[in-house]
C-alpha cells in the first residue's frame, strides 16, 4: 500500500517536473508543425499566405516530374554525402578517442562553430574558384596548367555538406568510441583475429549507437539543406530545401511549400524512429546477457568478443 | 545550506537580469522621445542620412532590413509590423494600394514632392498623384563584364548566347527577371501573360542562354565576379561594384541592354498602423532634399531617375545613366499568372 501511494505520488511529481518542458515544445514545436500541416491542406492566396477551402492542390502539384527530379536527386546527394561524412568521421573519432590530447582535437572540431556557416561557406568559394588557393596551389606546384572545374557542380555541394556536417558525426562517435574499452581489441587479436575482423567484428557493433546517431545527425539536416546548393551549387544543384524557399518567396505558394517541409519532416521523423528502436532493442539484447553486474559497456563487447572468438 | 546559497545567487541573476533589461530599456531615449521605424532593403539609405536626420529632428530612427518584397508582404499583412515608412516595389506598392495597407500622404506635409521627376511618375501608373506613395529609386539590372578577360562581345542580352564564354556566365536567380530579360529582347512586354510568348521565351533561355551559364546566382555571384571566376554577370550595378576596389572599377564595362528590360520603382509608403505619421512624412520630406537625395546617389553611384535637381549636386559619376532607361519597363503583377512563370521557371532551374 505504502510503495504503491509513493509511486503514484512520484509519478505526479514527474508531470510537474517535465511541464514546463512540456508546454515549451507543445507551443514552439508541435503548434508550428501543426500550422505546416494545415496549411499543406489549403488553397495559396493570390498575394502569398492560405485561404479556405481545403484543398488537395498543393500534394497532386507535388507530382510534377520537376519536382520528383529535384527530390530524387536530394536524396542522392543526401545519401551519398551522409556515407562519405560517416566514413571520414569514423577513423577521426577514433583517433581523438586513442588521443592523449582529446581536448585539443575536441576544441579543433568545435572552434569552427564560433564562425557564422554562411562565411564558411564563402570561404569555400575562395578556395574551389577557378583562380581560388587551391586551383593555385596545384598550378604552383605544377600538377595542372588549365584550372580544374572545382567549384559550381555536385561534387563542390557534397563536400562543403560534407565539410559543414562532419562535426555533427564526429562528435557522437567520439563519446562512444571513448567508451569502448580497447582491451578488448587486443583480447580479439590473442584470439587469432586480423586487425580489419578486430575492428569490424568487436569495436564496430559496440558503437552502433555512435554511428546510428551520426547518421541521423547528418543525414536530417543535409536533407533540407538550402544555403550550400545556392552558393556553390551550379545549374544542376537544386535540392528541395531551396524549392521550400523559392515557394514561399519567388511564387507565393504556401500550401506547396508546406507539403514538401512535410516531407522533410516525416523523412526526419521516421529516421529519429529508427534511431530509437534500433536503441531500444540494443539494450533489450545487453539485458539478456548472463552476467548481471557487469558495466553497460561491458555487454556487447562480451558478445563480440565470442563473435570473434568463433572467428579463430 | 548550499541549496540557499544556490538559490540567492539565481535570484541575483533574475534581479540582474531585469534591471539591465530595464537600464538598456531607457537609456536610449532622445530629446523628443520620438523613434521612426523604418521598414526597408538591405543597405539602401546610407548611414550618413539616417544620423543626419536623427541629429536634425531629435529622434531615434529603427531599422528592420527585408531581402524581397514577398518577406515585406508577409510581415505586413501578418498585421501590427509597427513600421511608420515602408520601401515596396512597384508590384507590391500596386497590391497595398489595392489591399488598402496604406495610409494617404499628405502633399503638404511634403513641400519637396515638387523634386519627383515626371520620368518616374509617368511609369508608376498605379499611383500617378503619389496619393499612396512617394518614388524613391527608380533602376534595372544590367550586365558587367570583365574587359581584362573578354574584349570582343556583343552590348545586349545576345551577350549570354555566346559560346565562347560558357562556363563564365551567370544570371540571377529571379523569374521574374531572367525570363522578363527574354521577353524584352524577343520584343514582348516583360508583364506578358501571353503563353506564346512566354513559351518564346523559355526556349530561347533553355536552349541559346542556360547551356552557356554556370549558374543562376543572386548571392554569390558578385564575388566570383571580383574573383574572375564569372566574366560576364548578370546583376545591380551598387552589388557589384561594391565587391570591387575602386582602382578596379576601370577593368568593368557595366551597360543596360538597349533591347531594353524589367526594371524596378521602389517607393516609400506608410502603412497603416504607422504610429509617427507626422515624422514619417518629414522623413519623406527629408530624403527627397535635394542635397540629402544628392548623398544618397552618391553612396551607390546611382543616376538621378527620380529626382529632379540631385543630378547637378552629385559628385560621383554614375554607373549608368537615366536615359539608358528609356527601353525599360516596369514589372508589374501578374496576379494569379505568377503559376504561369513559375511552370516555365522550374523547367529553367529544376532540370538540367
Known sequence: ?312 | MKTHRLRFVFLALAVLLVATLLITGCSKKTESGKTLYLYNWTYYTPESVIEKFEKEFGVRVVIDYFASNEDMFTKLTGGGSGYDVVFPSQDYTEIMIKQDMLNPIDPSKIPNLSYISSFALEKATYDPKMEYSVPYYLGAAGIAVNKTEVTDYARDWSIFADTRLAGRMSMLDDPREVIGDALAYLGYSVSTVDPKELAEAQKLINEQWKPNLVKFDAEGFAKSFSLGEFWVVQGYAEGIFEELDAERWGEVDFFLPPDGGPMYLDSMVIPKGAKNIDLAHQFINFIHRPEIYAEFLDRFHFPSTVHTTAEQLKKNDSFYEVEDLATYELKYDVGAYLAEYDKIWQTIRYVN
Open chain 1, 1 to 312: 500500500m505504502n510503495v504503491k501511494q509513493t509511486t503514484v505520488r512520484e509519478r505526479r511529481l514527474g508531470i510537474t517536473y517535465s511541464s514546463p518542458m512540456g508546454i515549451w515544445l507543445t507551443v514552439f514545436f508541435m503548434v508550428p508543425l501543426l500550422i505546416i500541416i494545415a496549411y499543406s491542406f489549403l488553397t495559396k492566396g493570390l498575394y502569398g499566405g492560405v485561404e479556405f477551402p481545403i484543398t488537395f492542390d498543393a500534394y497532386l502539384q507535388m507530382a510534377n516530374p520537376n519536382f520528383m527530379r529535384v527530390l530524387l536527386r536530394t536524396v542522392w546527394v543526401t545519401t551519398l554525402a551522409t556515407a562519405l561524412t560517416i566514413a571520414l568521421a569514423l577513423p577521426c573519432g577514433y583517433a581523438m578517442a586513442r588521443s592523449k590530447h582529446q581536448t585539443l582535437w575536441l576544441g579543433m572540431v568545435i572552434v569552427p562553430f564560433w564562425t557564422n556557416s554562411l562565411i564558411r561557406i564563402y570561404a569555400w568559394i575562395a578556395i574551389l574558384s577557378s583562380e581560388g588557393f587551391l586551383n593555385e596551389m596545384l598550378k604552383t606546384l605544377g600538377f595542372i596548367k588549365e584550372s580544374l572545374p572545382l567549384i559550381y557542380n555536385q561534387g563542390a555541394v557534397t563536400a562543403v555538406l560534407i565539410y559543414m556536417y562532419i562535426p555533427f558525426a564526429i562528435l557522437p562517435l567520439f563519446t562512444t568510441i571513448d567508451k569502448f574499452d580497447f582491451g578488448l581489441l587486443e583480447a580479439a587479436r590473442d584470439l587469432g583475429a586480423t586487425k580489419p575482423q578486430a575492428i569490424f567484428k568487436v569495436l564496430m557493433p559496440n558503437i552502433r549507437s555512435g554511428i546510428i546517431t551520426s547518421v541521423i545527425f547528418t543525414f536530417i539536416p543535409i536533407f533540407g539543406a538550402y544555403t550550400v546548393p545556392l552558393l556553390v551549387g551550379g545549374k544542376d544543384s537544386y535540392m528541395i530545401g531551396n524549392i521550400i524557399v523559392d515557394q514561399v518567396t519567388k511564387t507565393r505558394n504556401w500550401p506547396l511549400a508546406s507539403a514538401f517541409s512535410l516531407i522533410i519532416t516525416l523523412i526526419s521523423t521516421l529516421g529519429v524512429l529508427w534511431m530509437m528502436t534500433s536503441t531500444a532493442r540494443e539494450r533489450a539484447r545487453i539485458k539478456q546477457q548472463p552476467l548481471k553486474d557487469r558495466e553497460d559497456t561491458l555487454g556487447p563487447s562480451h558478445n563480440g568478443l565470442t563473435s570473434a572468438g568463433r572467428v579463430s
